[in-house]
């Protein structure tokens, strides 16, 4: 039976009942774990971006007691999780802001983060990332590049080299162009992915892929190496399940304004900067 993955997500900022609730994933992996298998998906990343959510979510494992699932598995970059004969498979990501747009890193080590120094890198940052990424065996690919924090389509035609896929859905934004994807198909050999980049339950699998060969969870490296082969090799397809409704876009952007400009501000950023 395939597996279907939603790539893309920060479930930890999530608008619950019309309340910001920003602490209760962290503090519940169930309430995680549940929403993964309501949406009918068997994986997702959950992806870090000016926090440490993957690693809060990791952390508080340890200080629950009981629960529905039980650990069946744990890697520095991901955790495999089974309840009832059913396999829930968390995966580390990080969503970097460089100085030109947003990459995607996927399968990254528990604690490992890419800050960029905008100062430093300036034009080439983007490239200096992404093979600082790469340079970890992790994943990389361009989101939302054709809309607001994205790279745009030149810059990811001109780094193709440093990426795996690229996002060919995002579930906060209108689809690109059918002109701009063909290009990026013909002038590259990278695969197109669908992602709902959810920040709540009920947009969580808006879009994912499905794939066919299962992912390999013996260790951190195979874990890696086989995202990147199946994304590479485009043996898989994606699908999306429906775009987010205005209100559902709203939300996002005061959720993302609340992050950015209140709880980053107020926040040390630390980790790995390459």
Known sequence: MPERYDLHTHLFTTWEQGRLSLERASRDPDYVLDAVRNAGLDGIVLANFGDYRYEQFVDSLKERKGGKYRISKELSNALVFESDDVAVKIIKGQEVPTKHGHLLVLAQDYGTRILTDQTLLKDKEIELAARGANASGSVVVPCHWWGFGGIGKNRLLENAENFHAFEQFNGNYSPPSPEDIEEI????????????????????????????????????????????????????????????????????????????????KFKLLEGIEI
């Open 185 to 264: 198909r013909t002038q590259t050999s990278l695969f197109g992915i669908a992602t709902s980049d959810s920040h709540n339950r009920k947009d969580l699998g808006n879009g994912y892929i499905e794939i066919f060969e299962d992912l390999d969870f013996s260790s951190a490296d195979n874990l890696k190496g086989s995202l990147k082969n199946t994304l590479l090799s485009g043996e898989f397809k994606f699908e999306v399940r429906k775009r987010n409704p205005l209100a559902s876009r709203f939300e996002h952007a005061a959720i993302i304004g609340y992050d950015v400009f209140i709880r980053r």
